[in-house]
């Protein structure tokens, strides 16, 4: 596990190297050729301008940009095309004002990445592709934007079953369209065991004709016994989003609020609480009272292309309250206990804050990774930043401390895959302490591709020497350990890996369809060591991943998990006969 210090040194280390490295002209795509899916819809884009591929657009000039919606339904597909009349598709105009290069400019291949790459941020879009092709003379070329929406009206539906019953449905009516604008609205319908979830969302892209992206959501949480609201969350926002490397300024504003009630849930029940100081089993309900509000801004100067340098500044008021088990119903030793386990130190802070990052404009185009049969871009290369701020009770913080926040990562291609090292410090500084310590390291694998797929090895380690703010992390459910209840592991500390091999997709009416096996390992845990010799909880077993086009820009959301073997370590954390339930 590497220590803070080593991990701010890091940082410091790539934070030069933006004046140690040569500067390359522009950013770097690494791309791999167009899988067979995404080959077909660039020869129906070109069979319908009646063009032909330019091998040598450089440096040519644009004669114009022209735009390809396919349909969301199309020939082939089973679904009837008739119903491509009940949905909203992406107005041409509105395609055409987001490529990032113009009628009469220089064809820039970085140009045509960036464009792809700031379109494949919108949900709404499927599919994007991009290709060059010629012009009326041998000095001209025209730009071809191929794109695919996904169903715009449409009932996004999860449900998670547990041991216990049902621990999540959740259904969004949303029109992701509004009027071909890229304009999302949804309204909010969550059921958990214990409380009833409605709300609202609304989400701009641009605001005013300008690339301002707008968020703006609101949430009441009702509790199911009594029928009454207890409580809400919500954000709003708008910044400018970095869509170009050679954007030079960026900003944005925020607010945050929380103030509701937060239970654990593992398995679709509520998980109690069992005190160590008495002898008998508590059973209370673990149920803690949020109340906290961020809000902030920030200015971000951005220097180089290739070679990125940003300079920001900013300000954040952060309030946090947090109320466990009430003295007047329990035992003051029971209480004390559940406040030094499961509460969350409240906390005041309101302070400036300044921040550096570097980090490298070059990127892998890779299939098969995290979606099917459509291309990823993965930033590869170093990318470091370092924020440091002082909080003061002068502007009304509740405690006097100078901290740090550092993550630096480096990204290495290995043919069609790449290796990914990335670690993280926080530090907090008060005159005579340091009550905060927090450190994290993170590598992923993901092999090139061979005969019948790729390997995916995931390893996470989280350490809090110094807890002063009691935070804990939870473990368990689809991301690690599947095969386990939601949540099902809670600690300080995490240790963690995944192994995955992960097929390759094949075409069944219209639909990427891919498997996967995997075995996950790990952890959550109190105390400052891993024991040797203490085998970890593991699970294995097979997945299933869905995607189709015209459904959801995401393949990765549609999965669904079989485990196949589920080990439980003996636990060594306490000796009392509290050992097993005090996870």
Same mark, same amino acid.
């Given at each position: ?434 009550? !905060?310590?927090? %450190? =994290?390291? &993170? $590598?992923? #694998?993901? *092999?090139?591709?061979?005969? +019948? ?5 995931? @390893? ?31 600690? !300080?500390?995490? %240790? =963690?890996? &995944? $192994?995955? #091999?992960? *097929?390759?997709?094949?075409? +069944? ?5 891919? @498997? ?68």
């Amino acid at each position: 596990m590497p220590s803070a210090r080593s991990t701010v040194v890091l940082a410091t280390v790539l934070l030069v190297l933006l004046v140690c490295r040569p500067a390359f002209a522009q950013a770097t795509t690494t791309a791999s050729p167009p899988s067979a899916y995404e080959a077909s819809k660039i020869k129906l884009a070109l069979a319908k301008l009646g063009a032909t591929i330019d091998p040598s657009p450089e440096g040519k000039l644009v004669e114009d940009v022209d735009v390809v919606p396919l349909e969301v339904i199309e020939d082939g597909d089973p679904a009837p095309a008739f119903l491509n009349a009940f949905h909203t598709t992406t107005r041409i105009t509105r395609l055409r004002r987001e490529a990032l290069l113009e009628r009469g400019e220089r064809y820039r291949q970085y140009r045509i990445d960036e464009t792809v790459r700031a379109l494949r941020t919108y949900p709404q879009l499927s599919l994007v592709l991009a290709v060059a092709t010629r012009g009326s003379d041998a000095d001209r070329v025209r730009v071809v934007l191929i794109t695919k929406d996904v169903w715009s009206l449409r009932a996004q539906f999860d449900m998670k079953l547990g041991p216990g019953g049902l621990d999540l449905l959740r259904f969004e009516p949303t029109e992701r369209n509004i009027g071909g604008t890229l304009v999302s609205a949804l309204s909010r319908f969550e059921l958990y065991p214990n409380t009833l979830t409605l709300g609202a969302a609304s989400y701009m892209p641009r605001l005013a004709g300008e690339r301002l992206y707008l968020v703006a959501e609101a949430n009441v949480v009702i509790n199911r016994e009594s029928g009454a609201a207890e409580g809400s969350y919500g954000r709003a926002g708008v910044q400018s989003p970095q869509v170009s490397a050679d954007t030079p300024v960026l900003w944005g504003l925020g607010t945050r609020w929380q103030n509701a009630y937060a239970r654990r849930y593992v398995g679709a029940k509520l998980v109690t609480f069992d005190a160590l100081v008495t002898p008998e089993d508590d059973a209370i309900p673990d149920v803690l009272h949020t109340r906290a509000l961020t809000t902030g801004g920030a200015l971000v100067r951005s220097y180089g292309v290739a070679q990125k340098l940003d300079l920001a500044v900013g300000g954040e008021l952060n309030v946090r309250e947090l109320d466990g088990l009430d003295p007047a119903r329990y035992d003051a030793r029971v209480v004390a206990e559940y406040r030094q386990r499961r509460v969350p130190t409240s906390d005041r802070r309101a302070a400036p804050w300044l921040q550096a990052r570097v980090y490298e404009s070059r990127f892998l185009r890779l299939h098969d990774v995290d979606q099917l049969g459509l291309q990823e871009d993965y930033r590869i290369g170093y990318d470091a930043w370092l924020r440091a701020y002082p909080v003061t009770k002068a502007l009304g913080s509740s405690r006097d401390f100078l901290g740090a926040q550092s993550v630096a990562q480096y990204v290495v291609p290995i043919a069609t895959g790449y290796l990914r090292a990335t670690t993280e410090a926080l530090t907090e500084i008060e005159p005579d302490s340091v009550p !905060e310590l927090a %450190v =994290a390291a &993170n $590598v992923a #694998l993901v *092999s090139p591709s061979f005969g +019948i797929g790729r390997l995916v090895i995931d @390893g996470l380690a989280i350490a809090r020497p110094r807890n002063f703010l009691n935070q804990r992390s939870t473990i368990g459910g689809e991301g690690r350990l599947r095969g386990y209840a939601s949540g099902a592991f809670l600690g !300080e500390n995490v %240790v =963690a890996y &995944n $192994v995955e #091999l992960r *097929s390759r997709p094949v075409e +069944i009416l219209a639909c990427q369809v891919g @498997g996967a096996l995997f075995f996950d390992i790990g952890d959550a845990f109190d105390g400052a060591a891993i024991q040797p010799k203490t085998r970890r909880d593991s699970a294995s077993g097979a997945s299933f991943r869905s995607s189709i086009a015209r459904s959801s820009a995401s393949t990765s959301r549609s999965r669904s998990y079989v485990p196949a073997c589920r080990v439980r370590s003996a636990s060594t954390s306490h000796s009392s006969k509290r050992s097993s339930r005090a996870r």
